[in-house]
């Protein structure tokens, strides 16, 4: 059974550090948090949730997805914004490279495979990132 808790309207409370916010682990039992980081107008923020959508869909898991917007630099810089759209699974970028980049804004972000970049992330890299949470 595949069970989405579609929370668009997600935003951190002012109060909560980023790391308490975004670093979950999934040892606990319930389903996977996957955050979907945008600003408002990314033109790839449709597209990277239909992708994200069917990762879960064909990985069989129990997830709960979270659409935060990233309205201003602040907090783009406190939640470690890499630019729009950035997917997290279980608080960890899908992108294992990401860990150690420090450039955070509101940016649109590009990603990488083979010699093609594009505005969304691929449904294998996101498929990936759900695996490695799993065996985790």
Avoid: W
Avoid at 35 to 40: K, S
Avoid at 107 to 129: E, L, Q
């Amino acid at each position: 059974m595949i069970t989405f808790m579609d929370r668009s309207d997600l935003r951190p409370p002012a109060s909560v550090p980023a790391d308490e916010f975004t670093g979950q682990s999934h040892d606990a039992p319930g389903p996977m948090r996957i955050d979907i980081l945008t600003f408002d107008g990314c033109p790839n923020a449709g597209p990277t949730r239909a992708l994200v959508r069917e990762a879960v869909r064909l990985e069989a898991v129990l997830a709960e997805m979270h659409f935060i917007d990233v309205p201003n630099l602040d907090l783009a810089e406190r939640l470690r914004f890499l630019g729009s759209p950035s997917v997290r699974v279980d608080g960890e970028d899908i992108e294992p490279s990401a860990k150690h980049q420090t450039e955070y804004g509101l940016m649109c972000r590009t990603y990488s495979y083979g010699t093609d970049a594009t505005g969304t992330p691929t449904i294998a890299m996101i498929r990936a990132a759900i695996r490695r949470h799993i065996e985790a």
